[in-house]
């Protein structure tokens, strides 16, 4: 009878050392795959499912994440007012779900230019604003390689010559965000 409780002991302390064994694996894997994620994949997996914070210098885009790419996110404070961000200028995000989860959606493959490109094409009325927070209005009219040329105007006028005070160069690292006002 002494036998059967020791050989009973020494069963349980075998089966208690590989369960710590294997919750120590899970937490050193668990460990090893955070350290692998980067801004792009937490703010992925969060899309359509938070309502986010982005702080930027001096002020802060609030809203449903609504897309993200490789180097900027689309933020909609309102229905039909998304606000294109440059994920370069953000200084930190609030709102995102706890932990790590895997993207349930797929990243877009364009950048920044890309989907400025097409703002500068719809002719929209935008709002611009850099990293030091100065907002500029106007359209944009050429997307380069790094930067991006807007045609300064009135937000309630179109673009026409008549109408543009100016024109004002915007390298992307210093781009802030872009919010359409009409068009």
């Known amino acids: 009878m002494r036998w ?13 050392d590989e369960v ?5 694996e899970v937490a050193d894997r668990t ?3 955070r350290a692998l994620l980067d801004v792009h994949t937490r ?29 900027w996110a689309l933020v909609e404070p309102a229905p039909e007012r998304p606000v294109l961000v440059a994920l370069p200028a953000v200084r930190s995000v609030s709102g995102l779900g706890p932990g790590a ?3 349930s959606v797929v990243a877009k493959r364009f950048g920044l ?11 929209a009325v935008v709002e611009l604003v850099d990293v030091d927070g100065h907002a500029a209005t106007g359209t944009i009219d050429l997307v ?20 543009v005070t100016g024109r004002l160069l915007v390298p992307f690292w210093s781009l802030g965000s872009v919010r359409r006002l009409q068009g």
């Not at 059967?4 to 208690?16: C, H, I």
């Not at 230019?113 to 002719?123: F, H, K, T």
């Open 101 to 103: 989860r895997t993207p």
């Open 20 to 24: 710590r064994e294997l919750e120590s």
């Open 144 to 163: 380069g390689a790094d930067h991006l040329e807007l045609a300064e105007h009135a937000s309630d006028e179109s673009r026409r010559t008549a109408n």
């Open 43 to 71: 703010l992925l997996a969060n899309v359509d499912s938070s309502q986010v914070a982005l702080r930027l210098p001096g002020r802060v885009v609030s809203g449903r994440l609504v897309d993200v790419g490789p180097d």
């Open 31 to 33: 460990r090893r795959e």
């Open 4 to 16: 059967d409780r020791l050989f009973d002991d020494l069963e349980a302390q075998l089966v208690l």
């Open 113 to 123: 230019g890309a989907a400025l490109r097409a703002v500068s094409r719809d002719r």
